[in-house]
């Protein structure tokens, strides 16, 4: 295997949402120049593709990315050098929801829930998207406000509906919470009870791992192995940590944890093609200028590749087989204390593009003609 060929192929997806305005439930720091629709999210996230080579796909939000016609938003893409990738429904942001969207008690809530589900099905025809990404807001903040079974009965028949639809090469993946919004019980806290709907499900459905969504202290790496080798493993968004749902740069709290994650992947075939995983990021820059966020980021998971890809798989195997606990450690250190940045910044030469994206993205003026050029209008995004 050649680790330069392995990074030229690597895919990774940013988010729609990301591009937007962001904040914390404290204060929404609207930055200039951030797009006013869809269009202009995509064109952002085909500046990343541009600078970093790595990021050909976009994540949409519906209806924070609602638009009249989705193939033409799709041919945009296109023309913009890059495609629409996961779709993720929203069903957390209406009144209605209050007491939850597919498990709420009351079927009429449920029914209009699932109408949104299965609309973002037909979105992902017109748009030719493989994801459906489904994230549930759902749960309970008291004990004994519902019944834990039945919401779960409830879930599974949405997701059964949804199943149903999907077409021959299309896929649901379902991320899970441990918390928030709801306290005491989220619907799909952790995931276990992901897998076991996913079974239930088939084969097209798979777990999503969010890297911020576990208590403090879970061993990430663990439940990606687990995943990955009972083939359920259906993609990621990448995002960092300290405390909770913090949504900073991947890679920026714990390079070490994206790195175990990496390698795990690596060990596992995950990056094969045929792996079907999706390598998502998902963030909100709510301080930091958004576009040059974004290429750090793409730049985290890839040097956290390629360190992963140094791991020397054979001399691992037969340290762990002779039970040399020290040796086995030292393998996995010495391919995380290697310096990446050369190797990828002559593999950027190779491709065609600039070894530093970040300083060239600085140089290239793109942010300034944003904020030139994108006035008037209302910024897109949940924040403002
Ligand atoms: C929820 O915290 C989440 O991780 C889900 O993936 C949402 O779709 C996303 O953040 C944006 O709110
Ligand atoms: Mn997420």
Known sequence: MDIRDVLRAQRIETPSWAYGNSGTRFKVFAQEG??????????????????????????????????DDYAAL???AGEQGISLGAI???VFQEDDYRLGSVCNPDPAVRAKALAHLLECVDIMD?????????????????????????????????????????GEDQRMLLEYKLFEPAFYATDIPDWGTSYAHCVDLGPKAQVLVDTGHHAPGTNIEFIVAFL???????????????????????????????FRIMTEIVLGGGLDASAGIAF?????????????????????????????????????????????????????MDAFSTDVRPLLASLREDMGLDPDP???????GHQEKLRAGRVGGSAAGWGA
């Open 280 to 332: 998502m990021l998902d963030q909100c820059h709510n301080i930091e200028p958004k576009i040059p966020a974004m290429i750090r980021s793409v730049l985290n998971v890839q040097e956290a590749t390629a360190k992963a890809l140094l791991v020397d798989s054979e001399a691992l195997r037969k340290s762990q087989v002779e039970g040399d606990v020290l040796g086995a450690n030292a393998v996995l």
């Open 126 to 166: 017109a748009t030719g998207s493989r994801d459906l990404s489904l994230w549930f807001a759902d749960g309970t903040n008291y004990p004994g406000q519902d019944s834990i079974p039945a919401r779960q009965e409830r879930l599974s028949e949405a997701l059964h509906q949804v199943y149903a639809r999907l």
């Open 74 to 76: 799709s041919r945009h």
């Open 34 to 67: 951030v797009p006013r629709d869809a269009y202009e999210k995509v064109d952002d996230a085909a500046t990343v593709h541009r600078f970093t080579g790595v990021a050909p796909s976009i994540a949409l939000h519906i209806p924070w990315d609602k638009v």
């Open 228 to 258: 990955l080798q009972r083939g359920r493993l259906g993609g990621f968004h990448f995002n960092s940590r300290f405390y909770a749902d913090d949504d900073l740069m991947v890679g920026a709290a714990d390079p070490f944890q994206l």
């Open 358 to 364: 970040i300083a060239a993205y600085h140089r290239s």
């Open 88 to 90: 993720n429904p929203n």
